[in-house]
């Protein structure tokens, strides 16, 4: 059982990682090649809400799984520390920040968003947002990075 649980640590670091980047990307590619913005906005936004879910579900696990294998050391780990700072910013982005936006693109109605007297209010926002989410995929580069650069060392970061 160990092993199983050695490799669902390995594989939610790899799936909450890559998908950080693969949702930010896509929704760089909807911008691009999409002509209705509120579209690509409203798939975008439900891409992000995905892996806002992904992420919540791989840092309990993450976090459950360090603190049972290292419980007080855990503390010391610089993977523990990577993965609560991604979960809080995941947390802020998903419940804190999405909600404003959906409220601003409500109070917007009947037009879009963009279109309205609160698009510099949405701009702020979505710029906010879009910075912590950087800033999550950064500590994603940092957490592979870590765990990585730790077991090639075999001084496994999780044990």
């Known amino acids: 059982m160990p092993k199983l ?3 669902t640590y390995r594989i939610a ?3 909450w990682s890559g998908g950080l980047w693969i949702m930010g990307l896509s929704a760089w590619m909807l911008f691009r090649t999409l002509n209705n913005r509120a579209l690509a906005g409203e798939v975008a936004g439900s891409l992000f809400g995905l892996i806002a879910w992904v992420g ?3 840092a309990a696990y993450l976090l459950v799984f360090l603190l049972v294998r290292r419980h007080h050391a855990a503390f010391r780990s610089r993977v523990f520390w990577l993965v609560l700072a ?3 910013l995941s947390l802020a982005g998903y419940f804190g920040i999405q909600p404003i936006l959906a409220a601003l693109k409500a109070e917007a109605l009947p037009l879009t968003v963009m279109e309205s007297a609160v ?3 949405f701009g702020m926002w979505h710029g906010i947002s879009s910075g912590l989410y950087l800033l999550q995929c950064l500590l994603a580069v ?3 990075w870590v765990q ?3 077991l090639k060392k075999g001084l496994n970061s999780a044990r």
Request: some cysteine; glycine content about 10%.
């Open 119 to 121: 698009r510099g209010r």
């Open 5 to 7: 649980a050695d490799s």
């Open 13 to 15: 670091i790899c799936l």
């Open 86 to 88: 991604m979960l809080l």
């Open 148 to 150: 990585e650069t730790g």
């Open 142 to 144: 940092a957490l592979v």
């Open 56 to 58: 919540l579900l791989c």
